[in-house]
């Protein structure tokens, strides 16, 4: 680990929202590339942000393991897809080894950030009434993190136990139950077959199909994990083979290529081989093309609807009576358990967060029209302010390269900051002809609403405003030559 070799002229403080694997990468990089001073603000009690909170049973990440982690740490895993304790015992191990730990503040939740004008500093503000001033703040809020409960009527009045997947109760009791799981998407395709040896009987309510693929996950074995621990670069050079399969899989969102055709044939093809009923095959085809939602890497969801105690509606649930789900036919199902696999909120960025900014203006008013930042890091008119995982970055293969990369760009600004007095501000100019960039790009995906293609990215002005529009190396290559074009320090009188 190297930090900066000459002394400073000013010393920079920085406030980090969030000790996920974003607050983490940020904490890395300031101490790899700068010689600043940082707070982490955590909500939860303890780190790893989503790997925190989603703990439902069958949890598991859907990218391998060699690509989800970071480039600076080699770490044994003991699976080609890590399941949850496995991150949340990475995310610490790393905390720990970088001394992160005396910096993080549990259980402290970030409501305020506003620019100060006149000391070119940032006032943050808690949920207990604490405020603190930093001269940069970086949030590393999760794009995933925000429940989204449906508005079903009768919710409320329900008699049974309910809750989301991300709030999955450690103590709840399933043995003998009905249950039912709302949502067919990568949570609920994990959860049904993590539930399904426990129930008495599960209804599965699908609105509409997915893409499916085989994840392919298992155990590495032992020589394997041998070879990735001892061997020199072994690690890495399997690192990079993913990233170089995720470029060729990448060509396949292009809907009109040929790479698109081959994925559709394959998911079909895995659905007439692995899903024994003929009606329940024809409802788990969806009738779009791949990638126009996101994929689903599952290997045991249809072998969990072939159970003769699942079964799958394929009808979307309309409301909630005291003991069971009604759905769209006016159906009435009774159950004892509803588990609500509906999603998140991920276009809501920066929810919880009232950020102000130059003239004391709201971030979320800046994007009244769209939400966008330069490269997804920075917003013109918000000096010092850095969002990792934020507009249009979602994606790339893997999200933890992503964060990397920001978490340099955010670094490396801080390291012109130490340079003398100021504060780095995005050229209005350069955002704007990096959103119609985004734009162009995604508008050649299957994920495109020209398309006709409905899904969590798009905002209520129909603006993809999540996703990445390209593997990882894309990101790279833009985030190393354009953060100082668009990211300017405006010099202030001492």
């Known amino acids: 680990m190297s930090t900066r070799r ?12 969030g000790a996920g694997f974003g607050g983490i990468a940020a904490a890395i990089k300031l101490r ?16 790893g942000g989503t790997w925190y909170d989603n703990r439902y049973p069958g949890c598991e990440v859907d990218i391998p393991s060699h690509a989800y982690s970071f480039s600076f740490w080699r770490y044994d895993w003991k699976t080609t897809h890590a399941r949850q304790p496995d991150l949340l015992k990475y995310a610490n191990e790393i905390v720990d080894h970088f001394g992160l730990r005396p910096h993080i503040r549990l259980n402290t939740a970030v409501t305020d950030v506003v620019w100060d ?77 993590g539930i399904t040896p426990e129930v008495e009987s599960l209804l599965v309510f699908q609105r509409e199909p997915g893409w499916v693929e085989p994840k392919k996950e298992r155990a590495f ?21 993913l990233f170089y399969q995720s470029v060729v899989r990448f060509k396949a969102y292009d809907a009109t290529s040929h790479a698109q055709d081959r994925k559709r044939e394959a998911c079909v093809e895995y659905i007439n081989s692995t899903v024994t009923d003929p ?33 799958l509606v394929p009808h979307p649930v309309t409301s909630v009576t005291p003991t069971g789900l009604v759905d769209s036919r006016g159906v009435q199902h009774e159950i004892d358990v509803l588990v609500m696999s509906t999603g998140f909120q991920p276009t809501r960025f920066l929810s919880n967060i009232d950020v102000r900014g130059l003239e004391k203006r709201s971030i979320h008013d800046a994007w009244a029209d769209r939400t966008s930042a330069f490269l997804g890091i920075t917003v013109s008119g918000f000096p010092n302010f850095f969002i990792l995982y934020g507009p249009n970055t979602n994606g790339g293969f893997s999200i933890i390269a992503q964060l990397e990369r920001q978490a340099e760009v955010a670094a490396k600004a ?15 100019r350069m955002q704007q002809r990096w959103v119609k960039w985004i734009d162009g790009q995604i508008a050649k995906k299957a994920s495109a609403m020209e398309s006709g293609c409905r899904n969590y990215y798009h905002s209520e002005g129909g603006k993809n405003i999540t996703q990445w529009p390209g593997a990882h190396l894309k990101y790279l290559v833009v985030t190393k030559l354009l ?7 405006v010099s202030v009188p001492q």
């Open 32 to 47: 790899q590339m700068t010689a600043a001073s940082f707070v982490i603000f955590e909500k939860s009690p303890d780190v």
């Open 414 to 428: 801080v390291r012109r900051l130490e340079s003398g007095p100021g504060y780095v501000d995005t050229d209005e």
């Open 6 to 17: 000459r002394v400073p002229r000013r010393t920079v403080r920085v406030g980090i929202i």
């Open 279 to 311: 009606a329940t095959r024809e409802a788990v085809t969806p009738d779009y093309p791949w990638g126009c939602k996101r994929p689903v890497l599952a290997s045991t969801f249809y072998d969990a609807l072939n159970q003769p105690h699942v079964d």
């Open 221 to 241: 074995t032992d020589r394997e994990r041998w070879v990735y621990k001892h061997v020199p670069g072994a690690q890495w050079l399997h690192r990079g083979y």
């Open 117 to 193: 004008e006149a000391e070119h500093h940032y006032t943050v503000t808690t949920a207990d009434g604490d405020t603190e001033t930093f001269d940069v703040v970086v949030s590393a809020l999760g794009l995933l993190s925000v429940p989204n409960y449906p508005d079903w009527p009768g919710l409320d009045e329900f008699e049974g136990t309910k809750f989301h997947t991300s709030r999955w109760p450690q103590d709840v009791e399933l043995s003998g139950k009905r249950a039912a799981v709302v949502g067919t998407g990568s949570t609920a395709a994990q959860v049904v077959p």
């Open 483 to 489: 953060h100082r074009v668009g990211i300017r320090k």
